[in-house]
């Protein structure tokens, strides 16, 4: 009963602040706007859909991106987007350092085996639709400015090889890229030949690039199949997005009017963390619903269709459809917080007839903002050299290490194929890079296999975690193996770090993520230890 009550009572209090949202919401539109009743009636049911939506998912960005929109869109947008210049640019320039620093948690993962960082943020690729989002509203507030063109440009490619070079964020190098390519076309284009952009065509061309990438990707999702060969390829070149959405909609039931509540870890990535559907339609339609997904829809169609008129430059219009197409590939331009460019679609043109003389406006944000995301940039790529390098010649070797009772041994030949033993379980499979930091090398194995040919291994996972001197040395730094094996309930493994004066410390890892656990979640889990390095190894024995 008490359970009963602590539930109904965080239900309504959810309903309470979401009717209290609508109402807000719905003042504000009658006050500001003269609307019909059919018009008030479809804001209210869309308000209504988009929060229940939200309750359902627990997944807050895209409706509070549609609450500002629609609290801002009737205020210039290029003057929102210097605003949004001018708070964002210094604190993600803030962030990467804190997190170069120390101060803030610098998170790494390995796309590919390649190693990089996420500097403060949650992953890489979040902070390059950051940057594209920055250096994109930057190029189409400043580029029609004959010194804001180049300073334009060559931010935009600047920022586009960081994010391939450093982040490893080839979809953000992309747009990046194209910013400052189609900034330059533009000037050619529109200021020397006089080229005009029809509206209607190009509104034309905007909806059909929507219905056709929705219809495309909702289908695929839904009857994809790795035996059909025209659907592997498709799958590869979206990064396997379409395999992984598929995966989804076959576990949860397909598609929902209402949506689902998000899952945020699981074993969709071979044994890692799965917490995104990336493709932005499919995430929309599996997550929040095809009612959110058909109202979000009409009112890009609407935005596109009736606000539009005032735009005729290529940019704006190719800045559009980069926002439509990367939509395929992430879902960071579904949010306005990583995507400033979406205030074309849905704030004030007119004071693009109205007013206006740009090149007697200054570039925003300030110049000294920029230059620190630079200094950011710069260090973080140094940092990113400097912790990235691996070498697979340091990681062959044998070690075992022996704490109380629990003993686990590992070894590793020159192709990476490694030897697990952990208490009774005994394994074999390949090695590959999966993630790192500063002092250490995370690992995960490969198809592994049991040593006794007759046990079930389809559903063993393993992971290890070595320090970047490898096996040979003095062992110093982090130690862990993990396995686990849902079908039989296996979850063990032990981990041990290795002080230079002689103390370790160590405990079990089977209580966390062992892909994520920072040194300071082990620590707080963990005894004291000495330590004993002996031609068998490295021992373990009580501290005192």
């Known amino acids: 009963m008490q359970d009963s009550l602590v539930w109904a009572g965080g239900g309504l209090e959810n309903v309470a602040i979401s009717l209290t949202t609508a109402c807000v919401l719905i003042t504000i539109f009658l006050k500001r706007y003269e609307r019909t009743i059919a018009q008030i009636i479809a804001t209210v049911l869309s308000i209504v859909v988009l929060t229940y939506s939200l309750q359902r998912t627990d997944s807050y960005l895209l409706v509070i991106s549609c609450f500002v929109l629609f609290a801002v869109s009737d205020v210039d947008y290029r003057k929102l987007m210097k605003i949004y210049l001018q708070v964002m640019v210094p604190c993600i320039a803030a962030i990467m350092l804190l997190s170069i620093a120390g101060l803030v948690v610098n998170k790494d993962v390995a796309p590919g085996g390649r190693l990089v960082f996420s500097y403060g943020f949650t992953h890489p690729n979040t902070l390059g639709a950051l940057l594209v989002s920055v250096f994109g509203a930057f190029a189409c507030i400043n580029r029609e400015k004959k010194r804001g063109l180049p300073l334009a440009v060559a931010l935009s490619w600047i920022s ?31 200021f020397r030949f006089r080229v005009a952009f029809n509206p209607k065509r190009m509104s034309f061309l905007v909806v059909a690039c929507l219905v056709v990438s929705i219809a495309f990707v909702l289908a695929l999702v839904a009857v994809y199949t790795s035996e059909s060969a025209a659907m592997t390829v498709v799958n590869k070149l979206f990064h396997s997005r379409i395999s992984h959405a598929h995966r989804y909609f076959v576990e949860h039931g397909g598609y929902t009017l209402f949506g689902r509540g998000f899952v945020r870890a699981s074993s969709y990535h071979d044994g890692g963390a799965f917490s995104a559907i990336d493709c932005g339609y499919a995430n929309l339609a599996l997550v929040y619903g095809l009612a959110s997904l058909c109202i979000l829809s009409i009112a890009v169609v609407r935005a596109v269709a009736y606000g539009m008129r005032g735009i005729t430059t290529c940019f704006e219009w190719a800045a559009i459809l980069l926002m439509l197409a990367q939509v395929l590939f992430e879902v960071y331009p579904l949010y306005l917080s990583s995507n400033a460019l979406l205030l074309l679609l849905f704030c004030n043109k007119e004071a693009r007839a109205n007013d206006v003389d740009l090149k007697r406006v200054p570039c925003d944000p300030r110049f000294g903002f920029i230059a620190l995301l630079l200094v950011a940039m710069v260090l973080s790529g140094g940092y990113g050299i400097r912790n990235s390098a691996t070498s697979a010649s340091l990681l062959p070797g044998e070690v075992t290490i022996e704490r109380d009772e629990n003993t686990f041994s590992v070894t590793v030949a020159e192709n990476l194929d490694a030897s697990i033993r952990y208490g009774d379980v005994l394994l074999h499979g390949h090695l590959v890079l999966c993630g790192g930091d500063e002092e250490s090398l995370l690992y995960q194995v490969k198809k592994p296999e049991y040593d006794d040919a007759t046990k079930d291994s389809s559903t063993l996972t393993a992971i290890l975690r070595v320090p970047r001197s490898g096996f040979v040395g003095d062992c110093l730094g982090p130690w862990m193996v993990y396995i686990a094996d849902a079908s039989i309930g296996l979850d063990i493994g032990d981990w041990a770090y290795v002080a230079s004066d002689n103390t370790a410390m160590a405990g079990s890892c089977a209580f966390f993520n062992p892909m994520t656990a920072t040194r300071s979640t082990l620590m707080s889990m963990s005894s004291q230890y000495k330590w004993l390095l002996n031609d068998d190894g490295l021992l373990l024995y009580t501290h005192g």
């Open 160 to 190: 586009g090889g960081y994010a391939m070079m450093v982040l490893n964020s080839h979809a953000s190098a992309v747009v990046l890229f194209c910013y400052g390519l189609i900034a330059l076309v533009e000037r050619l284009l529109v």
